[in-house]
């Protein structure tokens, strides 16, 4: 376990907060269309902030099992990372944000056209599910 | 060109380094078993002992030198740059794009970098130290946020 000596309390909260959101979003998407949806708590750590809770989501849409998982608050290029992923296949779209908002990107850094909402959600999760 | 062609590079010179481990390390049971060995090799029990204990670190500098020839492949490859910027900035620059790898990884890679160094020039005194295996996980999961074909 990393521990932090004076690790930012205001960027974890903010970062745990906009987590919590993005989950609470894709629930919500994802229960609308009767998909089965299950939370569970990932526990990340990472040398600015040490260990911290965040939730990651299992997510059955018939047609496969999708895993959102996040990744980091402190990445490259950017102020956060979340991977959006197929279980079985591990087609995997990366879920960056940057300019305050969500940004959803292929595997090869592509950006998917539009923004991150609940169209773009379900059609990357078919995307994602598709063989 | 591939990533996984790259990668397998970084992986070899591990192979490499088992096999001369595993060699050396024979080699000390048998001089254990029989010290005349010692005579007939012509050579002192500290030195052959140093020579084992070095070994991983000539194999952390070829695992670093791989590296480095895959991040140069990349950046004139996949990112079609002409530059050949000194491994320290090779390594930001590769990190920078769009690649979204976590700060800690960049660190990492960093780390081993400067250990390298502590290596091979003597005044570079590196507060983190990595074992052979330690220094390629680290520099493979570097390596798997590039492109991965060009």
Redesign the interface.
């Known amino acids: 376990m990393i521990q932090v000596a004076h690790r930012n309390e205001a960027v974890l909260h903010e970062w745990q907060a906009l987590l919590e959101q993005l989950a609470a979003e894709i629930e919500g998407w994802s229960k609308s269309r009767n998909w089965a949806i299950a939370r569970h708590k990932a526990v990340l750590e ?3 902030l040490g260990s911290y809770e965040a939730p990651s989501l299992h997510i059955h849409t018939g047609k496969g099992a999708l895993i959102v998982e996040p ?2 608050r ?5 102020d956060g ?1 979340v991977n959006f992923y197929n279980l079985g296949s591990f087609k995997r779209l ?1 879920l ?1 944000r940057r300019d305050n908002a969500w940004k959803l ?1 292929t ?3 592509v950006p998917w056209p539009g923004e991150w909402n609940e169209q773009t959600f379900v059609q990357s999760a078919e995307a994602l599910t598709t063989p | 060109m591939r990533l996984k062609d790259l990668l397998k590079k970084l992986d070899l010179v591990s192979v490499e380094y088992r096999v001369c481990r595993l060699a050396a390390d024979r080699l000390w049971l048998s001089i254990e078993q029989d010290p005349t060995l010692i005579i007939q090799l012509q050579m002192k029990r500290a030195e052959i002992r140093e020579t084992i204990r070095r070994l991983e670190y000539t194999y952390i500098v070829r695992m670093f030198a791989a590296f480095e020839a895959a991040l140069r492949e990349i950046w004139t490859g996949a990112f079609r740059r002409k530059t050949e910027p000194p491994v320290r900035d090779l390594i930001d620059a590769t990190a920078a794009a769009n690649t979204f790898m976590t700060t800690d990884m960049l660190r990492a890679a960093h780390q081993v970098r400067e250990y390298r160094n502590s290596i091979v020039h003597v005044n570079a005194l590196s507060e983190n130290t990595f074992s052979l295996l330690e220094a390629a996980a680290h520099l493979k999961e570097f390596l798997s946020f590039m492109p991965r074909q060009w």
Not at chain 1, 74 to 78: K, L, P, R, T
Request: glycine fraction near 6%.
């Open positions: 990472e040398s600015e990744v980091a402190h990445i490259v290029g950017a990372r990366v960056i990107f595997e090869d850094r």
